[in-house]
């Protein structure tokens, strides 16, 4: 039987220590050099990405001092090269604890986590902005969902320029937070905006003032023992595992699911707030199949064409969704373009606010406003995966999932699909 789930390395656990190495060595030209920024130097380029419906960031960094700026992006003036008000976002470590800040339009705003990131580790920094909704995390820690005033919606991006470990004056930093103004000391690895990764920073970003090359082990592929990741850095990344009885290795799965079109998985929502998990949805996940047709992921009010559901679906190879806010008495699907079936990995993002949900596969961004009236989407709080024993006659998708799923969150938050399904499985 030909695999389907395959394996990934993560961080291992080995003792490290920043080393910042000799002169002769700052022009590296490999194109995987990781910088180490000491205060006196910085990256920056002009940086276009679209983000007219959302803005994703992340950042793995590894800090030195419990100040400093990590990550910088603004739409300059283009005579003076200064700050325009109202157009920003920041990556700032305050006390050791991860920040972030931005103005679209509509005033200042900034979202923090209590945990401290100054012990020698690598960590994850995420933020994430969909129209007026913001979340952010570092590493599990997740704050709580935030709300901007009405305004411009997104960052516009025509003359930005992003910086990376500081900046060259203050004179393009918002004056009301000084403490952009500190430059960070530490190690960033990696960069991710809206899917696009810069790992190749000293190639991809301009070198200006002093900035090293780090020469210790990074957060990837390292050798067991090696404790530099605070947590693993491809966590979502699945191990070999077994299924449909072939044993393909025994070490320990717990963030990856084979579905094998015979089980329906009960997960229980733990929002934040039922309020805003009403009016906003935020799911993301991976999967990887050979199959043309099967229902994924299956929430509802009641059993019910006409009543609330939501549902993420195969259907041709594709992947569509299927949302009715409770006036709705026919099925309308939206799907993508994107072939899914090709029994690679694919990634999955569905975000809404309200009537107008944003439904991502892999680089393909698909549209889609309700006709007006309800924008709440009010469930039993369950969400079903893989499947369901009895969905609403006139769905067109009946058929399970087959296939490997992983990557799972919710609202940000991860979630251990492995923990969480083993107990909570029925056979369809």
């Known amino acids: 039987m030909q695999q389907i789930c395959e394996s990934n390395e993560i961080c291992g656990d080995n003792p490290s220590n920043t080393k910042i190495i000799s002169e002769e060595q700052l022009n590296v030209k490999s194109n995987h050099t990781i910088p180490l920024f000491i205060g006196d130097g910085f990256l920056m380029k002009k940086l276009r990405v679209d983000m007219k419906e959302r803005l994703e960031l992340e950042i793995w960094l590894k800090a030195m001092d419990s100040d400093g700026l990590v990550f910088y992006w603004a739409n300059l003036d283009l005579k003076t090269g200064r700050y325009i008000d109202g ?108 899917g696009h990764t810069f790992d190749r920073l000293f190639k991809e970003f301009q070198q200006i003032g002093h900035v090293v090359q780090y020469d210790d082990v990074p957060c990837s592929n390292a050798k067991s023992g090696n404790k ?53 949805t935020n799911y993301r996940f991976m999967i990887k199949t050979n199959k043309s047709e099967g229902l994924i992921w299956w929430e509802s009010k009641r059993h019910s064409i006409r009543s609330d559901y939501f549902a993420i679906f195969l259907l041709a190879g594709r992947l569509g969704f299927a949302i009715n806010l409770g006036s709705n008495s026919k099925v309308k699907i939206i799907g993508s373009n994107t072939i899914v079936n090709d029994n690679r990995w694919h990634s999955i993002a569905l975000l809404r606010e309200k009537r107008k949900s944003l439904l991502t596969v892999d680089n393909e961004n698909v549209t889609y406003t309700l006709p007006s009236g309800a924008t709440e989407l009010t469930t039993d709080g369950i969400i079903w995966i893989g499947g369901k024993k009895k969905v609403p006659r006139n769905f067109p998708v009946k058929t399970p999932y087959k296939g490997c799923l992983r990557n799972l969150q919710i609202s940000s938050q991860l979630i251990n699909v492995r923990r969480e399904f083993s107990s909570n499985k029925t056979v369809l």
């Open 228 to 280: 530099s990741c605070a947590w693993k850095r491809d966590e979502y990344e699945i191990p070999k595992h077994i299924h449909q009885g072939v044993e393909v290795d025994t070490k320990e799965v717990d963030d990856s699911l084979f579905l094998d079109g015979l089980n329906e998985y009960a997960l229980v929502k733990k929002e934040v707030s039922k309020k805003h998990s009403k009016i906003l």
């Open 87 to 194: 157009n920003f976002v920041a990556s700032v470590l305050i006390a050791s604890q991860p920040h972030f800040f931005w103005n679209f339009g509509s005033g200042i705003f900034y979202s923090r986590s209590t945990k401290s990131v100054l012990n020698d580790q690598f960590h994850l920094i995420r933020f994430g902005k969909y129209l007026r909704s913001s979340s952010f995390q570092a590493d599990k820690e997740q704050t709580e969902i935030q709300f901007s005033q009405l305004g411009y919606p997104h960052l516009d991006t025509n003359d930005a320029v992003a910086f990376i470990g500081g900046v060259p004056n203050k004179t393009i930093l918002p004056s009301a937070i000084p403490e952009l103004a500190v430059p960070f000391r530490g190690t960033v690895q990696r960069l991710i905006i809206n």
